[in-house]
């Protein structure tokens, strides 16, 4: 063994270590919080190139924010691997779509929205909905748009879709129901169409679109990138999958990482299916597991252990750090009373000497912060 590779695996603990040397796919790792994830991912990508498994050019790994991608490109540089491509779905795709459009569509490529805000609160004028246009709505049928396009539902199928899914819809203040949401949505797609503009779903949609209409784009797609990683992958939308399928192809050089209990979009249509039927999907995969818990501390874990064992979601961690101070937990009967008090519990620790740069609040969405402030 080279000695840069024995390098890369001796930084890893046992757990991590079965990640990096699992260098053929298909694999899943379930990881927790804090189980060190990246740093194994990382390290796998960089053992397979140093042992000469895999060209760095030919790799592709997948995350869900540009943040994220930007820490993994910085490690496996500090890694000696400075050539693999680590991007959002979106960036990727984005990527793709305009390389190949002056040769599938031609012509000069659409506008690209940054924000849905502007065309939304024109579509919704557009629709005649007596609606607010303040930020917080427009997100939230940004939301309603976003989720029904990930699921691959049009503007006259959402009505059908929300009965499908029981999904409640919440407009900030707003009594809008499902029809009125279909209205804007498709006031919102006739409005980017007259303008030749895309929104980040619509960068997925078409690149789904052309790899499966294109055999030439989608086979030169499929011989650049032919070793595929996930990271956060109880986090992927059946839109996602749908791309990530089209750019395996039959293939089975893929590491999927991530966690069930950590799936933070399901209202935006992501779902942890693909991850717990992964070994259903590939009969042969490896599993491993990622349980000790390097972020928090022994009573932070064990909270957390107990929450994830009364929901049956398994997979508790080990905790390995010094102990600290034991969570507390406190119920309100509203959600004005527990503003009220959080905010009387800062200005108590801010009285006590604590800086107000230290104390953060963590909640579940944006909306929840809205009575806070």
Known sequence: MAQLAQGILDALDDEQRAVATAVRGPVCVIAGAGTGKTRAITHRLAYAVDIGVVDPQRILALTFTAR????????????????????????????????FWPQVLGGRFPSLLTTKTGFLGEAITRANISATKSNTV???????????????????????AVDDYDRPIRISNNKVDATQIARVYEAYESLKKQERAIDFEDVLLLTVGMLEEEREVRDRIRDQYRYFTVDEYQDVSPLQQRLLDLWLGKREDICVVGDPAQTIYSFAGATPAFLLNFTNKYPQAEVIRLSSGYRSTPEIINTANSILRNANLGHELDPINAHGEKPKAIAFNSEKHEAQELAELIKQDIANGIASYEIAVLARTNSQLESLE
């Open 138 to 160: 427009l997100r939230d049928v940004a939301g309603e748009i976003e989720w029904a396009k990930v699921i691959g539902m049009a503007p006259d199928e959402y009505i059908k």
């Open 68 to 99: 994220a991608a930007g820490e993994m490109r910085t490690r496996l540089r500090a890694l000696g691997v400075p050539n693999v491509a680590a991007r959002t779905f979106h960036a990727a795709a984005l990527k793709q779509l305009m390389y």
